[in-house]
């Protein structure tokens, strides 16, 4: 249904920030809810945060809240993760999603990018 492409990963020691960025091709991207997962090497893919539609409420992990920030621009059609005190545990693929359902459950999800590589390095 949508098609989703991240950018903005890349390498940077702890402490440093990052900004990634998820464009929709949809036109109805504003339709649906969109978060950020991630998945480091071994571990299951995790949730890491969450907006709605209308971008009025998110919802985050513990481990990210107070450094990661999500939003949107539905008349951009991107969603946005900044990433703010970085540390090595953060290092993962990290995977835009969207969905219709408003959930922070991985299979809630409808549609997955292929993910941008985020290390952190000590």
């Known amino acids: 249904q949508v098609q989703l492409v991240e950018s903005g990963g890349g390498l940077v020691q702890a402490g440093e920030s990052l900004r990634l960025f998820c464009a929709a091709s949809?036109?109805?991207?504003?339709?649906?809810?969109t978060g950020w997962f991630r998945q480091a090497p071994g571990k299951e893919r995790e949730f890491v945060a969450t907006?709605?539609?209308?971008?009025?409420?998110?919802f985050y992990a513990d481990s990210v809240k107070r450094r990661f920030t999500i939003s949107r621009d539905n008349a951009k059609n991107t969603v946005y993760l900044q990433m703010n005190s970085l540390k090595p545990e953060d290092t993962a693929v990290y995977y835009c999603?969207?969905?219709?359902?408003?959930?922070?459950?991985?299979?809630?999800?409808?549609?997955w990018g292929k993910g941008t590589l985020v290390t952190v390095s000590s």
């Open positions: 907006i709605n539609r209308s971008g009025e409420s998110t």
């Open positions: 949809e036109r109805t991207f504003s339709w649906y809810n």
């Open positions: 999603a969207a969905s219709v359902r408003f959930s922070v459950v991985r299979n809630d999800m409808n549609d």
